[in-house]
């Protein structure tokens, strides 16, 4: 009988210590996010990143960083917009996948979400239907109809040009990342 209670309390004290650390892990985005206004595209910095291309790969991995620069918190609520245009012609869109939680946002906080686009071969394409090709990206926040174009730049910062080849975009769903 005795056994029994204490294998009871170990059970209490373990449900007990894994609902307490939840709790605390949670407390900063959700509970948080109603005190806070969305983030506007202005008041955060963009940056995209295309990432080395792979071997053999059709397809290129780039990154979206956003730091909120403002001097108020603000909670990141969604899928950015993000587009690449080719002037007056063809364009693509980011279409996002996943499920975007709302991300509550410190002053200095930041953001990423990974893209991936099919890449264009080597003079292939003008035999695509869709061909956009530029180092630039049209981008905004969630919910905000303003544009800003960012400049897109390689893994050493150097500019970079885009050959997307698709007229969709993947982009995962927005993660809060490590300082």
Not at 102 to 129: F, H, M, Q, W
Not at 145 to 168: F, P, Q, W, Y
């Amino acid at each position: 009988m005795r056994r029994r209670s204490l294998l009871a309390a170990g059970a209490a004290a373990l449900t007990l210590t894994v609902t307490a650390g939840l709790a605390l892990t949670g407390c900063g985005s959700p509970r948080m996010a109603a005190l806070h206004a969305n983030c506007t595209t202005k008041g955060l910095r963009w940056k995209v990143t295309v990432l080395k291309k792979q071997p053999r790969a059709e397809h290129r991995d780039a990154r979206l960083s956003v730091v909120n620069k403002g001097t108020d918190p603000c909670v990141f609520r969604g899928f950015p917009a993000f587009a690449v245009h080719l002037g007056k012609g063809p364009q693509s869109d980011a279409r996002g996948h996943g499920r975007a939680l709302p991300i509550d946002l410190p002053r200095g906080g930041k953001v990423t979400a990974g893209l991936r686009y099919r890449d264009c071969p080597r003079g292939s394409s003008l035999n695509e239907p869709v061909a956009v090709m530029n180092d630039t990206a049209v981008v905004s926040a969630p919910h905000d109809d303003s544009g800003h174009a960012v400049v897109a730049r390689d893994e050493r910062g150097k500019r970079l040009r885009m050959n997307i080849c698709a007229d969709t975009i993947w982009m995962g769903a927005p993660r809060e990342a490590a300082e």
